[in-house]
């Protein structure tokens, strides 16, 4: 399985950035996604999450009213719209994913498969 962000880039505060993690090499019916993010010298955080179906999400306090994440299994693909986008929204955003599972993960260590991240910057 592969996992391939897109997106990312240099933003003003207060802009928008829409990502996106196209997944290949699937062999599962089922996966369940994710978004983590990693700053310089901090740890990689949970960012959003989503179920197969995509009904259920979850979302870290810091960043919930102003991300969305999505996706669509059609395309293989899985999104994150940000909104509002403060400086401490800079980071390396990575997507994951879970062969096999239908239900929201959270955190990191559950995931099997990472793409190698795609970076925003979010200038003051």
């Known amino acids: 399985v592969q996992l391939v962000e897109s997106g990312g880039g240099l933003v003003q505060a207060g802009g928008s950035l829409r990502l996106s993690c196209a997944v290949s090499?699937?062999?599962?019916?089922?996966?369940?996604m994710g978004w983590f993010r990693q700053a310089p010298g901090k740890e990689r955080e949970f960012v959003a999450a989503?179920?197969?179906?995509?009904?259920?999400?979850s979302y870290a306090d810091s960043v919930k009213g102003r991300f969305t994440v999505s996706r669509d299994n059609s395309k293989n693909t899985m999104y994150l719209q940000m909104n509002s986008l403060q400086a401490e929204a800079t980071a390396t955003y990575y997507c994951?994913?879970?062969?096999?599972?239908?239900?929201?993960?959270?955190?990191?260590?559950?995931?099997?498969?990472w793409g190698q991240g795609t970076q925003v910057t979010v200038s003051s």
């Open positions: 994951a994913d879970k062969p096999g599972y239908v239900i929201v993960i959270t955190s990191r260590n559950v995931y099997d498969y």
């Open positions: 090499g699937r062999t599962s019916r089922w996966w369940a």
């Open positions: 989503i179920n197969w179906s995509g009904d259920t999400t």
